[in-house]
């Protein structure tokens, strides 16, 4: 099954202590992308991956750090956690640049963190 | 800068009847506009597109119409059914980018 998975699902943590959010997708997908939703506000990108080893900045991409090693692999890491960290993230994944057909996106179930 | 924009947080609709979720956006570069649905406890899910050289485009009971010069989207559910409640995202691109841009949601509940 075609799909995009995240681990965890729930997550409750402390202030400072390092964590991180896995992102895994099976379509052989080249874009990768984390979101993080807040209410009023929608879902805000934070970065984003073209391809192995491209990755950039999305729109709020503070306190925020990734990697993309992989191809299927797109981990979010929170190096220094802090309360106005917490939110519902989405990894998302679709085809790649080659025109409109290839935005759609696949997104992932969420994590829910919270830092305390 | 909140470049698209869904105005309406809630939507309450009666079952059978059309559904209208609207959107707005203020970036002229975007070409390309997607209706993502979201249930909780899941991820959105891709709904329908629309590119900007067509103003209309349907899939089933759902329908989105473009109007470029008023840079509006909207979004027709017809029939609604109790299936259809959710939060609805409109999301905008720029020339087939990957980047999507998200409008703040409408949650859309059909009631029996």
């Known amino acids: 099954e075609a799909q995009v998975t995240q681990n965890p699902r729930y997550l409750i943590t402390v202030t400072g202590k390092k964590l991180t959010v896995t992102c895994s997708q099976n379509?052989?997908?080249?874009?990768m992308s984390w979101y993080r939703q807040d209410p009023g506000l929608g879902l805000r990108q934070i970065y984003y991956s073209m391809n192995v080893e491209v990755t950039d900045k999305g729109d709020v991409p503070e306190g925020y750090k990734v990697s993309r090693k992989e191809k299927r692999n797109f981990p979010l890491i929170l190096e220094s956690p802090s309360p106005n960290q917490t939110s519902l993230y989405f990894c998302?994944?679709?085809?790649?640049?080659?025109?409109?057909?290839?935005?759609?996106?696949?997104f992932g179930p969420g994590t829910r963190l919270t830092v305390l | 800068d909140q470049q698209v924009k869904q105005n309406s947080p809630s939507l309450s609709v009666q079952e059978g009847r059309i559904s209208i979720l609207n959107c707005d956006y203020t970036?002229?570069?975007?070409?390309?506009f997607l209706w993502y649905k979201k249930y909780p406890a899941e991820g959105p899910t891709f709904l329908i597109s629309i590119s900007s050289i067509k103003d209309k485009n349907e899939d089933g009971r759902f329908t989105v119409f473009l109007n470029k010069s008023a840079k509006h989207l909207s979004l027709h559910i017809v029939p609604s059914q109790p299936g259809d409640s959710a939060v609805y995202f409109c999301?905008?691109?720029?020339?087939?980018?990957?980047?999507?841009?998200f409008g703040q949601g409408t949650r859309l509940t059909i009631n029996p």
């Open positions: 999301a905008a691109s720029v020339g087939g980018a990957q980047k999507l841009v």
């Open positions: 379509m052989n997908h080249e874009y």
């Open positions: 970036n002229s570069m975007f070409d390309y």
């Open positions: 998302a994944s679709s085809k790649g640049t080659g025109g409109f057909s290839y935005n759609e996106q696949f």
